[in-house]
């Protein structure tokens, strides 16, 4: 298999939810989320109410992912960074640790120069607790089992959400 | 890859709809969009040409029941199956939990549907994938036009591993959510067995 899928905790959410936070404060952004390469969505804060964070998480991976196709054939490893100009809303997308994408949107209250400035100094810190809760999920999953919750699902659970 | 969320409690996967061109997978996802009720479903997504042909991805985000107090999230995914979006079919790969492969059951789509079929094993074991281990069910679609082969030469054909699979009419929507129904169930037995 390709490895354990992606995990969660508290914690670390609460952390992650804390600095993307501070991103939209300090770049003057007006959304800021996280999304994983696979097109989950982790995180988004700011003026999140009328968005469709499903549908843009699920288009920023693949956004991302196209692009790391056109690095490949370029010989280039990836292009870490992208940015899309809009006439009111720009969006400045960023890989952290090569596993999560960072995206702020922002109008003309920020500039491109603070973003870049900004979230510069974000990803290390995001690149920091991704790390730290990859180590604690794999320490979790080499540890003794029943430890996840789904070790115990039964068939009928699974029937029970089909049930209309 | 699934994504197992502790803080908002919710299960997320992944299934990827795979199959040669105009076999049926764009419209396998939108029978079940049409057919979810509003609160289960996100918006679908289409990236496709002017004549309605997959150019990327179709994104369909679905949300079943709880389970054990996690919200169960699926997030269905169809490939461009004409051959030369080689490419972008291998992304949409990625992290994939489950895959459906759409067999399009007239004859003269016997040759495509091999070949997809072959091309959907390659691009997994890229990924470090195998076929044989992942959540994996197969779908005959087009069963109701005069010109498809019979029942036992698709198995014999395309599902020589006899994993769970269905007869299917898309447009009409028979056998697309027994489909759906298979492979979410073998991803959640996946995710009890942890691996
Ligand atoms: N008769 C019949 N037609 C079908 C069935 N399923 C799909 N079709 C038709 O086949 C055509 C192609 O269907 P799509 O769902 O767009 O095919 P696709 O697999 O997404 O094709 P690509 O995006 O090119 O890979 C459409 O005109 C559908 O209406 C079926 O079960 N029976
Ligand atoms: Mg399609």
């Not at chain 1, 992912?65 to 809303?89: C, M, N, Q, V, Y």
């Not at chain 2, 994104?59 to 389970?67: A, H, Q, R, T």
């Not at chain 2, 082969?149 to 447009?171: G, H, I, R, S």
């Not at chain 2, 028979?174 to 979410?184: C, H, Q, R, S």
Request: with cysteine; hydrophobic share 40%.
């Amino acid at each position: 298999m390709a490895g354990p899928g992606m995990v969660m905790y508290e914690e670390e959410f609460h952390k992650i939810s804390a600095v993307i936070d501070k991103l939209v404060k300090d770049a003057n952004a007006k959304v800021v989320f996280l999304v994983d390469k696979n097109g989950q969505m982790i995180a988004a804060c700011g003026e999140v109410e009328n968005l469709d964070t499903t549908s843009l998480a699920s288009l920023t991976a693949g956004n991302i992912a196209a692009t790391g196709g056109l690095a490949k054939l370029l010989g280039e490893k990836e292009f870490s960074i992208l940015f899309h100009e809009g006439e009111r809303d720009n969006l400045h997308i960023s890989l952290i640790g090569q596993r999560v994408i960072l995206v702020v949107i922002f109008d003309d209250r920020s500039s491109l120069g603070l973003v870049r400035l900004r979230v510069k100094k974000c990803g290390e810190e995001l690149a920091g607790i991704f790390d730290q809760l990859m180590k604690k999920a794999e320490a979790e999953a080499a540890g003794v089992g029943g430890v996840s919750p789904f070790a115990e699902i039964t068939d009928e659970d699974i029937d029970n959400l089909f049930r209309e | 890859m699934s994504f197992i969320n502790y803080s908002s409690r919710e299960i997320n996967c992944k299934i990827v709809y795979y199959g040669p061109g105009l076999c049926g997978k764009t419209t396998n996802l939108q029978y079940i969009y049409n057919k979810t009720n509003p609160q289960a479903k996100g918006k679908m997504i289409s990236l496709a040409t002017e004549t309605e042909r997959t150019l990327f991805f179709d994104f369909l985000p679905l949300s079943l029941g709880e389970i054990r107090g996690f919200r169960t999230r699926f997030h269905l995914y169809t490939v461009p199956g004409q051959v030369f979006y080689d490419a972008s079919r291998k992304l949409i790969l990625k992290g994939v939990d489950g895959v459906v492969f759409v067999a399009d059951s007239q004859i003269e789509r016997m040759e495509a549907n091999i070949e997809s079929l072959e091309n959907l094993r390659t691009n997994l074991t890229e990924h470090g994938y195998d076929l044989d281990k992942i959540p994996y069910v197969v779908q005959y679609n087009k069963r109701d036009l005069p010109n498809s082969a019979p029942l036992d030469e698709l198995k014999k054909l395309l599902n020589p591993t006899t994993v769970p699979d269905f007869e299917a009419c898309a447009v009409s929507g028979e056998g697309v959510f027994d489909t759906l129904k298979a492979v979410a169930k073998l991803v959640l037995q996946e995710l009890k067995s942890g691996r």
